[in-house]
């Protein structure tokens, strides 16, 4: 199957570094198809050059966070929604152009400040409807994860340092899901609508139950991506003409 990962970006000073990560780790994976998406009116040069120096398999696409709900400058993290434009044109992008009877794949959301593992796309090309795994360090834990009832084997419920009883208390790096689910559902995508930190479980509603999920990376005792967030630098110089 082709994994198919969406990518919210937007511009800053650590852009350019964080995609550098990202895609230099794509360039381990094998059948991966990077859906890459701009929070910008425009695709940007920076952006375009780095996908086409890439030689990656690349849809890249632009969209927008509408003012209102972009965070300022002081605001904290939490206080809007990060990445739900630009989720939301890449699943526009999957559902008109990929074609359930030719497409087997995975979709997976994969944000552009996270460290990902290249273990990881294998345990993500095994989903066969919702799968599950942990993601270290987030969540005030060193990570979270599903907990997994050693008699069925199934998910039971979640370690999580934040609201564990979220219906799914996962982080966005901590699932997958199938392609054939995610264009057999066609109106399910995220919302400003939802209660802050409530766009992973929300959107999971949509698709499964706690029971169906697939617990991946041995039986979720492996963590193979990690919740890192890269500091923002002071600059209090530029020296023209080079690009960071
Ligand atoms: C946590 C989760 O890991 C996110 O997946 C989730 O979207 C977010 O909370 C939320 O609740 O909205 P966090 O690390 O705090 O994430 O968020 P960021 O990494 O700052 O943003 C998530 C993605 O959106 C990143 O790929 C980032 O590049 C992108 N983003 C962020 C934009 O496209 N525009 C912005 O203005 C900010
Ligand atoms: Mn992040």
Known sequence: PMVYAVTPTYTRYVQKA?????????????????VLVEDSDEKTDLVRN????????VTHLAAKTPTYE?????DPRWKKHRGVEQRNAGLKWIRANLDPNKDKGVVFFMDDDNTYSV??????????KVGVWPVGLVGGLNAEAPIID???GKVSGYRSG???????AIDMAGFAINLELILAKPHAEFSYKMEKGYQESEFLSYFTTKDELEPLADNCTKV?????????????????GLEV
């Open 18 to 34: 964080e995609l550098t990560r990202i895609s230099q780790t794509l360039a381990l994976v094998p059948n991966v198809h990077w």
């Open 50 to 57: 780095l996908v086409s120096e890439s030689n990656l398999l």
């Open 70 to 74: 972009k965070l300022g400058e002081k």
């Open 119 to 128: 273990k990881l796309f294998k345990e993500i090309a095994k989903v066969k």
């Open 150 to 152: 050693q008699q069925t």
């Open 162 to 168: 934040w609201k564990a009883d979220r219906p799914f």
């Open 224 to 240: 193979y991506v990690w919740h890192t967030r890269t500091e923002k630098p002071t600059v209090k110089g530029i020296i023209k």
